[in-house]
């Protein structure tokens, strides 16, 4: 972007000035590329710089195509007789942001929560399984009778014909 101008023709008649053959040198600052969705459309003009849409529209385009613009600084915008474009410096002042703080401490919570899903997960799956074996172990040894008392003492196997005379 050369330089400004609240007239369209002025604006076309300063870019005409600077179209010449001789090659240029354009000093500014480079921005990124807007999103062709940010923009409205009204009469032939957009509220965005958007490359992308530029190339649809376009007619003479030598494919080549960047990712961004440069807004041209004072010596270019006076050589084609525009204004300059109204545009904040960069700066290096750092801020405190609290919510960058805020999300971090979220993350943290989540992923917190996260290890104790995973933790009751497998406790609870291990104490399922350790009830199953129980009860199967259970199921294996038989009906249980709540009368008799256990004995301390290893049973002993009986055969069956001596405990029970004449039978077989």
Same mark, same amino acid.
């Given at each position: 972007?050369?330089?400004?101008?609240?007239?369209?023709?002025?604006?076309?008649?300063?870019?005409?000035?600077? %179209?010449?053959?001789?090659?240029?040198?354009?000093?500014?600052?480079?921005? *990124? =590329?807007?999103? &062709?969705?940010?923009?409205?459309?009204?009469?032939?003009?957009?509220?965005?710089?958007?490359? %992308?849409?530029? #190339?649809?529209?376009?007619? =003479?385009?030598?494919?080549?195509?960047?990712?961004?613009?440069? #807004?041209?600084?004072?010596?270019? %915008?006076? %050589?084609?007789?525009?204004?300059?474009?109204?545009?904040?410096? &960069?700066?290096?002042?750092?801020?405190?942001?609290?919510?960058?703080?805020?999300?971090?401490? +979220?993350?943290? /919570?989540?992923?917190?929560?996260?290890?104790?899903?995973?933790?009751?997960?497998?406790?609870?799956?291990?104490?399922?399984?350790?009830? +199953?074996?129980?009860?199967?172990?259970?199921?294996?040894?038989?009906? /249980?009778?709540?009368? /008799?008392?256990? #004995?301390?003492? *290893?049973?002993? &196997?009986?055969?069956?014909?001596?405990?029970? *005379?004449?039978?077989?």
């Amino acid at each position: 972007m050369i330089g400004w101008s609240d007239q369209r023709s002025a604006a076309v008649a300063g870019g005409d000035r600077l %179209a010449g053959d001789a090659t240029m040198t354009i000093r500014g600052r480079y921005y *990124p =590329a807007e999103s &062709p969705d940010q923009d409205t459309f009204e009469q032939h003009e957009y509220s965005a710089v958007a490359p %992308a849409r530029f #190339v649809n529209t376009w007619k =003479a385009f030598d494919d080549r195509m960047y990712g961004g613009y440069v #807004v041209a600084d004072r010596t270019t %915008a006076d %050589a084609a007789d525009l204004g300059t474009i109204a545009d904040r410096a &960069p700066t290096r002042e750092v801020q405190f942001d609290w919510l960058n703080l805020f999300y971090a401490v +979220e993350w943290v /919570v989540f992923a917190g929560f996260a290890v104790f899903l995973w933790y009751r997960f497998v406790k609870d799956a291990w104490e399922r399984e350790q009830d +199953e074996a129980r009860e199967a172990a259970e199921a294996a040894a038989g009906p /249980v009778d709540d009368d /008799v008392e256990p #004995v301390d003492e *290893p049973a002993v &196997p009986v055969d069956d014909a001596r405990a029970e *005379p004449g039978r077989r």
